[in-house]
């Protein structure tokens, strides 16, 4: 499993031209589901990614978490964190998990995010979605 997390001032996601969720501050977080993941490794990165202090404190230093900063969670399912380019220039996806595991993972990631974090939105799992964020910093952590 692939986190992409970015620290955000705002975020949104639109689908067939409606927005389906948005926030401010937080995090946008894409997520990959491989085909050997776990609710266990699901578990470890919501942890981690939650517990993540990446938000300046006053005095300048990133010692706050999403909790201290009162953030919000925007997941993105996004399969393709599991291109494989080495060969060709064509990418393969042999190492996504398949649809129906990758949905499920994926909606357990949120429900296990909404636990945590009060303000949780998401993406729709499969659908052309158009994201648009404004990345804080520019801050970006890749979690595996």
């Known amino acids: 499993m692939k986190f992409v997390i970015q620290r955000v001032t705002e975020a949104s996601v639109t689908v067939d031209g409606a927005v389906?969720?948005?926030?401010?501050?937080?995090?946008?977080?894409?997520?990959?589901?491989?085909?050997?993941?776990?609710?266990?490794?699901?578990?470890?990165?919501?942890?981690?990614?939650?517990?993540?202090?990446?938000?300046?404190?006053?005095?300048?230093?990133?010692?706050?978490?999403?909790?201290?900063?009162?953030?919000?969670?925007?997941?993105?399912?996004?399969?393709?964190?599991?291109?494989?380019c080495r060969k060709g220039n064509r990418p393969s996806f042999t190492d996504a998990g398949a649809p129906e595991q990758a949905r499920a993972l994926y909606e357990y990631v949120i429900q296990e995010c909404k636990k945590i974090v009060p303000n949780v939105q998401c993406g729709s799992f499969g659908a052309d979605m158009k994201v648009r964020l404004c990345n804080d910093g520019p801050f970006t952590i890749i979690l595996e």
């Open 20 to 84: 389906i969720g948005q926030i401010e501050k937080g995090f946008l977080v894409l997520i990959g589901v491989g085909k050997e993941d776990t609710q266990a490794e699901a578990d470890r990165l919501v942890k981690k990614m939650t517990g993540l202090r990446i938000f300046e404190d006053a005095n300048g230093k990133t010692n706050l978490s999403l909790a201290d900063v009162g953030g919000s969670l925007l997941l993105i399912s996004q399969f393709t964190l599991y291109a494989d």
